[in-house]
């Protein structure tokens, strides 16, 4: 029996505390993509939970000390409540290459299968007090020593055919940082992808801001990448200011015409973008914006907002799960009418699933 999607929903918006740091062992701190997390499988469920946020020291659930199998019991306030499992170290981690990089400094495991890369490990927002997202952590990890700013695309290949080969990932996410390009790093994801693809069968999704021009969907379709994610993460504008002053320079105009010229080159429900509930955009403008989305073939890839230790947002609350299920209950009716679920996304995000449940909310299309 699968835990309900409502103790799910709770979990990822407190997260847990750990009785021992063990049980964090493969938690991810800083950089991009979900960080201050752990992935653990809740009832066959794959979760990517907070554990190193405020909230999560405050969490009524508390992960005992894992067994060497790596199952653990979870409690709610002492009552024990689920049987779940963590991630073990992926194999791949152990290797280096020949000039003596880690091979976990240049990809990492995300959910059980799931391999992801920063392609580009710095920001020309980043690098701005002034211009920076709020949220953002992507250059923690390089300052950490954890990982390299710029991972080639012969480094790319040679990674993810060991993650295949020794620990059987089935998609990869090749996300960047913002170059000083036009392109916005349309350019960088088309090399690494060809590379990959050229040593492996690996189904790619690229991530990047929208390129100054719609010819780069192709060049990346044509390149190996398979999906596509171009990242709203907020929607008001007054909020969009606030909280990414430099990326809101790419205007939303600009955004809703990339999303249309993507869809005609991947395919509906084969573009996606992140939206952030919890920092400010109501429940009514999500689901407004979703809409418009899915009428388009993009998926709204909706998660709840998770502070990152460090950033000037480390302090604001996440939402709770009240908001969240007031967000992904209808959503979840919505993606499925639009014929756009989790489960038909090649690669990616979205169809890892483990960030967000919204995939548990998506109910079935109607006979």
Not at 149 to 167: C, F, H, I, S
Request: net charge neutral; with cysteine; charged share 20%.
């Amino acid at each position: 029996m699968q835990a309900p999607r409502e103790l799910l929903t709770e979990l990822q918006t407190r997260g847990m505390r750990v009785a021992d740091p063990r049980a964090a062992s493969g938690s991810r701190r800083g950089g991009a993509g979900p960080s201050d997390h752990q992935a653990v499988t809740v009832d066959g469920v794959t979760l990517m939970i907070p554990v190193h946020t405020a909230a999560a020291f405050d969490s009524p659930f508390v992960l005992d000390t894992p067994g060497g199998d790596g199952r653990a019991t979870l409690r709610r306030n002492a009552i024990p409540i689920a049987q779940v499992t963590l991630n073990k170290t992926p194999r791949f981690y152990s290797r280096s290459t020949a000039d003596g990089v880690p091979y976990s400094h240049i990809a990492t495991l995300h959910g059980t299968d799931v391999l992801a890369t920063t392609v580009l490990q710095t920001c020309i927002r980043y690098e701005s007090r002034r211009k920076a997202c709020r949220f953002c952590a992507i250059g923690q990890s390089l300052a950490a020593g954890r990982t390299i700013e710029r991972k080639t695309p012969a480094q790319l290949a040679e990674v993810a055919q060991a993650a295949v080969e020794l620990d059987g990932v089935r998609h990869m996410v090749l996300t960047t940082g913002t170059p000083p390009t036009p392109d916005r790093g349309a350019a960088l994801l088309c090399e690494s992808a060809a590379a990959i693809k050229a040593a492996v069968d690996l189904p790619l999704q690229g991530q990047c801001e929208p390129p100054d021009s719609d010819a780069w969907f192709q060049r990346m379709k044509d390149a190996g990448i398979d999906t596509l994610g171009m990242h709203l993460e907020v929607i008001g504008d007054e909020l969009r200011q606030r909280v990414l002053p430099g990326k809101n320079e790419v205007p939303m105009a600009r955004y809703w015409q990339a999303f249309e010229a993507a869809v005609a080159v991947f395919g509906r429900g084969q573009v996606s973008t992140y939206l952030l509930a919890g920092l400010g955009d109501s429940a009514a403008l999500i689901l407004a914006t979703s809409r418009r989305l899915l009428e388009l073939g993009v998926y709204p890839f909706v998660v709840p907002f998770v502070p990152i230790s460090g950033t000037p947002l480390e302090s604001h609350p996440a939402p709770d799960a009240g908001f969240m299920r007031s967000v992904l209950e209808p959503l979840g009716d919505m993606v499925a009418q639009a014929g756009l679920r989790a489960a038909d996304i090649k690669a990616g995000c979205g169809k890892c699933a483990a960030c967000s449940t919204l995939s548990r909310y998506e109910t079935p299309l109607a006979a």
